[in-house]
């Protein structure tokens, strides 16, 4: 929040910033002073660079509803890192306003990011899951890649 608020702040000025959000929280458990400070600042020089800023800042809104193509949007229940409760309903709200009226959102049940079946979801949970890419998911994708390669698109949108 701080980053997007701010996208023109300096790095030692943002690592400032999220210090006094820190201490204000009074968070249980936060690591001492020194090492909070470090690893503020590693965050902040990951955080620091135009794409990063952009990534954070930029509403995808506005181009989905210019998209004229056939569209398969997919997401995995447990999904950690692109949040599909936060996500696929902003997405659909624009395509309904955008001139392709052939879009299709699936949402996975039990699927995390990398589209693998998961109990968590966590990313330290992704090295001790064996498969690779969910039969289910390939299916769909291959399924609405050849209805739409062979008929030129079907489906209607939900």
Known sequence: TLVAAHPEAPAVEMEAMILEQFQKADVSGAPEEKQLKLQITAGVQQLNNPWFRTFLTLD??????????????????KDLQVDPQQNLGPIRDALKHAPTKDFQIVEFPGLNHLFQACQTGSVSEYQSIEETFNPKALQTMTDWILEHATSGGTSDAP
Do not use: F, H, Q, S
């Open 60 to 77: 995808p809104t506005d181009y989905l509803r210019k998209v004229a193509c056939p569209v398969l949007v997919i997401a995995g229940e």
